[in-house]
C-alpha cells in the first residue's frame, strides 16, 4: 500500500525508485504489484490528476494486459533511474545502458509534452491522450530534470542497513543521512542508544 509518508526523495523521479525497499537487506517490498497501485502512487505523488486517474482506471479494466505490460515496463524503468541514480550517488558515470534505457522512454514521453497558457504565463504540460503509461510520464519528465538540473551533487543512499532509499539532500550543510529522520533515522538511534552498533 502506498503511504504518503513515504515521499521523501524530494523530487518525483527518486520517489518513484523508493516504491522498492530493502533493496540493502535483500528482503524486498515492492510498492507496484498492480496497475492501480501505480495510479495510486501517481495520484498521492500529485503527478496525476484524480480525474485522469479515474479515466486510466477504467481503461486498464478493458485492456487488463496492456496495464500488466505497463507495470512490467514500469519497473524496468525503476531499475533503471535506480541504477543511474546510484552511480551518481557514488561519484560514478551512469551505466550506458541504463542511460539509454531511460532515454529512449523519455524520448517516448516527451511526444505527449505540450506547453500550456497558464494565466499570463506558461508551463510545461501534457496533451490529453488517455494511454495506459500516462502515469510514467511526470516521472521520467522529473529523472531527465534531475540529471541535467546539477543538483546531482545532492544526490544521497539511505544510510540504513536495510533501506537504500534515494534522496536529495537539501539541508544546509549537506550532512542528511537518513531517507527520513522519523522512520530510518529514529531506528538508527535506537540502535546506538542500545549499543547495537
Keep these: ?6 515521499f521523501v526523495g524530494g523530487n518525483p ?13 535483500g528482503t524486498h517490498d515492492d510498492k507496484l504489484a498492480s496497475y492501480e497501485d501505480l495510479l495510486s502512487w501517481a495520484v498521492i505523488s500529485g503527478t496525476l490528476a ?29 531499475e533503471s533511474m535506480h541504477a543511474v541514480f546510484l552511480a551518481l550517488v557514488h561519484g560514478k558515470p551512469a551505466p550506458r545502458t541504463d542511460l539509454a534505457a531511460m532515454n529512449a ?22 496533451d490529453d491522450a488517455i494511454t495506459l503509461d500516462a502515469p510514467l510520464w511526470p516521472v521520467l519528465r522529473a529523472a531527465g530534470d534531475l540529471l541535467v538540473s546539477g543538483r546531482t551533487a545532492r544526490l544521497r543512499e539511505c544510510a540504513s542497513e536495510s533501506c537504500g532509499w ?11 543521512r537518513w531517507c527520513d529522520m522519523k522512520g530510518c533515522g529514529n531506528r538508527a538511534k535506537v540502535r546506538r542508544y542500545r549499543g547495537v552498533d
Excluded at 523521479?13 to 537487506?25: E, H, K, W
Excluded at 480525474?51 to 478493458?62: E, F, G, S, V
Excluded at 487488463?64 to 524503468?77: F, G, L, Q, W, Y
Design 1 to 6: 500500500m502506498i503511504d504518503a509518508t513515504e
Design 13 to 25: 523521479s527518486l520517489d518513484f525508485v523508493n516504491t522498492i525497499g530493502g533493496i540493502r537487506s
Design 50 to 78: 484524480p480525474a485522469r486517474r479515474t479515466a486510466l482506471a477504467a481503461l486498464a479494466r478493458k485492456q487488463p494486459r496492456v496495464a500488466e505490460s505497463v507495470v512490467t515496463n514500469a519497473k524496468a524503468i525503476r
Design 166 to 176: 534515494l534522496f536529495l539532500d537539501t539541508s544546509k550543510n549537506h550532512s542528511r
Design 105 to 126: 522512454s523519455i524520448g517516448h514521453v516527451m511526444a505527449h509534452a505540450r506547453i500550456h497558457r497558464h494565466g499570463d504565463d506558461y508551463e510545461w504540460g501534457w
